[in-house]
T-cell receptor, first 114, second 115 residues
Framework: DAKTTQPPSMDCAEGRAANLPCNHS???????VYWYRQIHSQGPQYIIH???NNETNEMASLIITEDRKSSTLILPHATLRDTAVYYC???????????????FGKGTKLTVNP | DGGITQSPKYLFRKEGQNVTLSCEQN?????MYWYRQDPGQGLRLIYY???????QKGDIAEGYSVSREKKESFPLTVTSAQKNPTAFYLC??????????????FGNGTRLTVT
């Protein structure tokens, strides 16, 4: 069962910021939040991950709430090539009693419009 | 360039035949994974391997088999016992299979059609 909840679809205008929400209200203290995206008929592409602090890389920013029960992936200037399904997943270390059974839900279908 | 290579991209087989999907990585990753994706669905874990000569069943291992004789390679065999083999198969790897701070990197998949 997916441990995250995402809206099924979102739209964004080209050049604007895309803010994709994810709810993970049952997250444990040792679970990381990961974001991937998948363009049709390709493998998922890693975007970013974080534990507690906000993170930024060349692709996106990840904002995690202080209680860690939700997060937001921000694509600062969306382009048409950002149209994809975005997956938010949580991952816990197996050495701390977790599982490698990463659960991908159905994700959010982001459509960037010209 | 380092990465994960899955071959072939498209594969067609007759029902009752076993088929092996190839996955090779040159990222020097210890852990490798096989996922299955059906239309409109998320990914489901078939098998994973954290180290050479060792692997574990995922959520939907029935009808599949794997081997991990080399660090770089993790082939998946879809046997005739798999009731619904037609799907998109994804291979992934990560630096470590036991540390959560270790992103998975995916190949571009093999689309298997069994008729």
């Amino acid at each position: 069962d997916a441990k995250t909840t995402q809206p099924p679809s979102m739209d964004c205008a080209e050049g604007r910021a895309a803010n994709l929400p994810c709810n993970h209200s049952t997250i444990s203290g040792n679970e990381y939040v990961y974001w991937y995206r998948q363009i049709h008929s390709q493998g998922p592409q890693y975007i970013i991950h974080g534990l507690k602090n906000n993170e930024t890389n060349e692709m996106a920013s990840l904002i995690i709430t202080e209680d860690r029960k939700s997060s937001t992936l921000i694509l600062p200037h969306a382009t048409l090539r950002d149209t994809a399904v975005y997956y938010c997943i949580v991952r816990v270390s197996q050495t701390q009693g977790g599982s490698e059974k990463l659960v991908f839900g159905k994700g959010t279908k982001l459509t960037v419009n010209p | 360039d380092g990465g994960i290579t899955q071959s072939p991209k498209y594969l067609f087989r007759k029902e009752g035949q076993n088929v092996t999907l190839s996955c090779e990585q040159n990222l020097n990753h210890d852990a490798m994974y096989w996922y299955r994706q059906d239309p409109g669905q998320g990914l489901r874990l078939i098998y994973y391997s954290q180290i050479v000569n060792d692997f574990q069943k995922g959520d939907i291992a029935e009808g599949y088999s794997v081997s991990r004789e080399k660090k770089e390679s993790f082939p998946l065999t879809v046997t005739s016992a798999q009731k619904n083999p037609t799907a998109f198969y994804l291979c992934a790897s990560s630096f470590s299979g036991t540390v959560a701070d270790s992103p998975l990197h995916f190949g571009n998949g093999t689309r298997l059609t069994v008729t």
